[in-house]
């Protein structure tokens, strides 16, 4: 009964209309491109406070432990003994103290830049009996911002 009119001009208009232009599609990876540099520098920024303040931490927490162990055996471990003193009691002790049963850390952690935190005594760069630090990001001593040493006298 009714005849369907066949449009080719409109089929036409439709394909024209149809998908994203070069520039369009350019514009919007550029945006994504300035979007995602954005982001990034914010999480990179963020990683490197996480990984300072993390070192501080562990100092803190290192340091505690030695003060621990000081009270107990009535000395600081020598720089031989080192860190793994507040794990394993020390075969080599002279002190006349009583070392705590189970150790005073479980692990002696790394720093978050996955390195040894260093010990070194008779301390020079605290004023202390000894020196704790975290080379920091570089791992050479010195350094500024997230390159800074981060130590027990910070």
């Known amino acids: 009964m009714f005849a369907r009119k066949h449009r080719p001009a409109q089929k036409k208009l439709r394909s024209k ?91 002696v952690p790394l720093d978050p830049w996955g390195r040894p935190f260093v010990y070194e005594r008779p301390g020079e760069k605290s004023g202390k009996a000894y020196d704790l630090y975290s080379l920091g990001a570089d791992g050479q001593e010195g350094g500024e911002e997230e390159n800074a040493d981060i130590g027990n006298w910070s």
Request: net charge negative.
């Open 17 to 107: 209309q149809a998908g994203f232009t070069l520039t369009e599609i350019m514009v919007v990876v550029f945006i994504i491109g300035l979007l995602s540099r954005v982001v990034l520098v914010n999480v990179l920024g963020a990683r490197t406070s996480a990984q300072v303040q993390a070192a501080r931490a562990n100092v803190t927490a290192l340091t505690n432990a030695l003060e621990q162990y000081s009270l107990d055996m009535y000395d600081y471990p020598t720089e031989q003994q080192g860190l793994d003193a507040l794990v394993d009691q020390p075969t080599d002790t002279t002190a006349a103290g009583s070392y705590r049963r189970g150790g005073y850390i479980n692990s």
